[in-house]
């Protein structure tokens, strides 16, 4: 791929980890202050903007911390804070000496809270709740003060709980009578139905109160551990993080798209591990003797006599299990949805996540074809560049829609919150014949500029590129890009997410000798900023569309600005770069879409319903009397009609798969309809309309390249 860029910050801090530390030793035995010891070290020699750890850091780790383990503030007392407080300040103190007796002191009494309120939580549920007494709900957990005695606490629990089953009743109600039957045939419902409905619906509200009881009681010591630990770390900015050793893998998954097992997932209910998915294309689904509704009883490895019962066991721990290397095989006995016992054996394989991956589709107006390819995230293995990334991925993707004849390219990085900074740096090679694509800035270094080297261009058509506020990181970096150069129009939020720095994940194992403590995790923090390559920085900022358009996030605070803990945005010196030139009439194709934009009734009735979305999110008192919450759901309801049009929307566009695709759908009538929903939802979209509109107005000055050098060969 273009540019081959090494990850070389995290080589030089491995290098860092593997030699240096020579002189450091990381051999606590207690496996906490060892954490403790190796995270704050780490943090100040290797993170972006170090922080002071001083009273100040303390007090606000001490806040963070308690929020994140009793956020409903149905757990702990006054008095409970009151003995803490006496470490508010001394935090600092604490970390600086790797003692965790804070920790010790609110994990203990967090258990023994959460055990008193599984009594509290099951004695409420068992009477009845009178829904015709006047009373409110305050959700505004943060404005809530600590309770002071028992019953106190029980008039808390029961207020949450009501507010739950008040719910649970309502949708109850709504089901026995449909809109279909009038106000009158309502008020017939006889006071025994009433009684069991409401009955039912306490149960619902119990039912999944144990549920979650259930995941909490799997919960390790470890894993609380991690909570506290992450408070310590996101004092540095909202994006370092530990990861303990089942998170990192699960991080690394996530990041590839791919893992060995056998292809399903799985969830923890109250009745055991149950299959609530099969993933197209992995074993499992190959197999096609596993259903989703199984519940796994046993499990057996290849090489093991006897099966383990995973009955009771950590849903985490049974997936260590049953995940295993490709080529192995594993034997699960099942219990099947029809009640019979039954063991299969399933050999593992590399599964891949589809939904991780880059896809396209076809579409075509008035005589003119055009592309669109959806990027969830930029993604890549860390182990091997060379395996499928987002990069490689796109170049094929392209060079297929080039075949097809298509005249314009939309890249949808809507709710694409980044990945691999190497991956952007190639895919904005893919568009242009060679130059600087993003700046990176490194505390007390000079800045880098990394450039696509490649003077061969995959497209060098029209090129649309769809973000919204949830586009973060390297979306911004390829939406800025393209944006600098004017190789491509950005049509969506006001602006993007805002995150503009990069993050190393560092495996801590490695910092250790003669590790002995079993996995310490990893750590991710922030070791650089990164600018476009205009000098200005997408921190905080984010992009700034070409043609801005309303969207459901758009009166909602879930920016990098309204997070805790962010980085300054600031800029540095542009880097040297030409723009695209004069192929397409930006100037006057941006000004027609904007005015179409501004005329859309569609968009506009988008943005009155965000606003009114604003307004739901925003309640914070709810009446607990059920007539009353009946006559403000009612009022949301009737508010709610008037977008209801919203869904109803359709555009006159017909998306279709490439041949590719849709030889591999006469095998998979999985992958099929995943692909019929996306073009359906495609046909819905008035940005992906725009888009197309916008492509089909641009100005070509010549005609799009049929070959480009070394670009060509396409895997079908």
């Not at 702990?76 to 935090?91: Q, R, T, V």
């Not at 999944?208 to 310590?232: G, K, M, Q």
């Not at 049509?491 to 993050?503: A, D, L, M, P, R």
């Not at 919203?646 to 009538?669: A, G, H, I, V």
Request: with cysteine.
């Amino acid at each position: 791929m273009k540019g081959n860029y090494k990850f070389l910050l995290l080589a030089l801090l491995i290098a860092f980890a593997s030699c240096s530390f020579t002189s450091k030793k990381f051999e606590d035995p207690d496996k906490d202050k060892l954490l403790i010891q190796l995270i704050t070290y780490l943090l100040d020699q290797g993170h972006f903007d170090p922080k002071d750890i001083n009273d100040g850091f303390s007090s606000h780790v001490f806040d963070t911390y308690l929020d994140n383990i009793d956020p409903f503030k149905r757990y702990f007392y006054a008095s409970d804070i009151k003995e803490f407080e006496a470490y508010k300040n001394n935090i600092d103190d604490q970390i600086k000496a790797y003692d965790v007796s804070f920790f010790n002191l609110t994990h203990e009494r967090l258990l023994q809270r959460i055990a008193e309120s599984k009594t509290i939580y099951s004695d409420i549920l068992e009477k009845p709740f009178d829904f015709s007494k006047e009373e409110d709900y305050n959700s505004d957990y943060e404005k809530l003060a600590y309770v002071n005695n028992k019953q106190e606490m029980k008039e808390r629990w029961r207020q949450q709980l009501k507010f739950s089953t008040i719910a649970n009743y309502d949708d109850a109600i709504a089901q026995k009578f449909s809109e279909k039957e009038d106000a009158e045939k309502s008020k017939t419902v006889e006071k025994k139905s009433k009684k069991k409905i409401e009955s039912e619906a306490r149960l619902a509200t119990k039912k999944s109160l144990d549920e979650l009881y259930d995941y909490i009681d799997d919960r390790r010591r470890e894993d609380w551990f991690s909570v506290y630990i992450n408070a310590i770390v996101e004092e540095f900015d909202p994006h370092t993080f530990y990861f303990a050793p089942d998170d990192k893998e699960r991080f690394d998954r996530d990041i590839s798209g791919k893992f060995e097992g056998i292809g399903a997932r799985l969830q923890k209910k109250v009745d055991g591990i149950v299959v609530n998915e099969i993933i197209s294309g992995g074993p499992a689904w190959r197999a096609d003797e596993l259903e989703v509704g199984d519940q796994i009883l046993k499990v057996k490895q290849e090489d093991e006599d006897e099966p383990i019962n995973v009955v009771g066991m950590r849903l985490d721990d049974a997936i260590k299990f049953i995940k295993g290397p490709k080529g192995t095989v594993v034997t699960l006995t099942l219990k099947k949805v029809d009640g019979t016992i039954q063991d299969i054996s399933i050999k593992r394989d590399v599964v891949e996540l589809e939904e991780t991956y880059a896809k396209s589709s076809i579409v075509e107006k008035e005589g003119k074809t055009f592309g669109i390819i959806n990027l969830p995230k930029f993604y890549i293995s860390f182990e091997d560049y060379n395996e499928r990334n987002a990069a490689s991925d796109i170049k094929q993707e392209i060079l297929r829609l080039k075949k097809e004849g298509v005249e314009g390219l939309v890249m949808d990085l809507r709710n694409n919150g980044g990945g691999s900074l190497q991956t952007v740096v190639d895919i904005a090679g893919l568009f242009i014949e060679e130059g600087p694509v993003v700046q990176v800035k490194t505390t007390g270094e000079a800045k880098e500029v990394l450039s696509d080297r490649d003077k061969s261009i995959v497209w060098d058509g029209p090129l649309v590129i769809l973000v919204n506020e949830l586009s973060a990181s390297a979306s911004e970096i390829l939406a800025a890009a393209m944006q600098d150069y004017k190789r491509g129009i950005v049509i969506g939020s006001k602006q993007t997410y805002g995150k503009g720095t990069v993050q190393t994940v560092m495996d801590l194992n490695r910092m250790v000798r003669n590790n002995t403590q079993g996995d310490m995790g990893a750590l991710k923090f922030t070791t650089q900023k990164f600018y476009r390559i205009n000098g200005g920085s997408t921190q905080l900022e984010g992009v700034k569309s070409d043609v801005v358009v309303p969207d459901r996030y758009s009166y909602i605070n879930i920016g990098e600005k309204d997070q805790e803990n962010p980085l300054p945005w600031d800029k540095i010196d542009a880097a040297d770069y030409e723009v695209w030139g004069d192929y397409f009439d930006y100037d006057t194709t941006i000004s027609k879409s904007k005015a179409r934009m501004a005329a859309n009734e569609q968009l506009k009735l988008i943005d009155a319903n965000a606003q009114w979305v604003k307004k739901i999110r925003d309640r914070e008192t709810y009446s607990l009397n059920y007539d009353d919450y009946k006559k403000e759901m009612e009022i949301n309801e009737e508010e709610a009609k008037r977008f209801s049009k919203l869904s109803e929307y359709q555009t006159d566009l017909t998306f279709s798969s490439l041949p590719y695709e849709l030889k591999l759908m006469d095998e998979d009538s999985v992958l099929m309809e995943k692909r019929n929903r996306w073009h359906k939802a495609l046909a819905k979209d008035v940005y992906v309309e725009e888009a197309i509109n916008v492509l089909h107005d641009l100005k070509m000055t010549y005609a799009i390249k049929n070959k480009v050098a070394n670009s060509d060969s396409v895997k079908n």
